[in-house]
């Protein structure tokens, strides 16, 4: 007997099962290094963006440094403030009543 130089139906699909496979194979390894790829870019932009938001933020509290110092300032000056004319309305107090007094006794005299 010769062998025959056409392929037969069961060696066809055993090749072609092979190649499915083979493709297979390359199509998940394919996938494989387009998630790293996609990592790789989605890792790049958070850094990115993580630089960006910093610079943001570093130059808006320095910008609002000043203003809260400035803030912090009048509210002392205001809590000064109070404690000052309290005092000067005791002060003031004081004197009327000690004012009075003589008043009263240049009046009596």
């Given at each position: ?8 139906t069961?060696e ?10 083979r ?12 998630r790293?790829d ?14 960006v938001v910093?610079t943001?933020?570093?130059?808006t509290?320095?910008?609002f440094?000043p ?5 912090e300032t ?6 000064i ?18 004012t009075?007094k003589v008043e ?6």
């Amino acid at each position: 007997m010769t062998k025959s130089n056409f392929v037969t139906t069961e060696e066809l699909k055993k090749q072609l099962e092979a190649l499915e496979e083979r493709l297979d194979e390359k199509l998940k390894m394919y996938l494989k290094i387009a998630r790293l790829d996609t990592t790789i870019i989605v890792n790049q932009a958070v850094d990115k963006l993580t630089k960006v938001v910093a610079t943001f933020t570093d130059k808006t509290i320095t910008r609002f440094d000043p203003l809260l110092e400035e803030l912090e300032t009048r509210r002392e000056d205001r809590i000064i403030a109070t404690k000052d004319t309290y005092e000067i309305k005791q002060r003031l107090d004081n004197l009327e009543n000690r004012t009075t007094k003589v008043e009263k006794l240049q009046h009596v005299s």
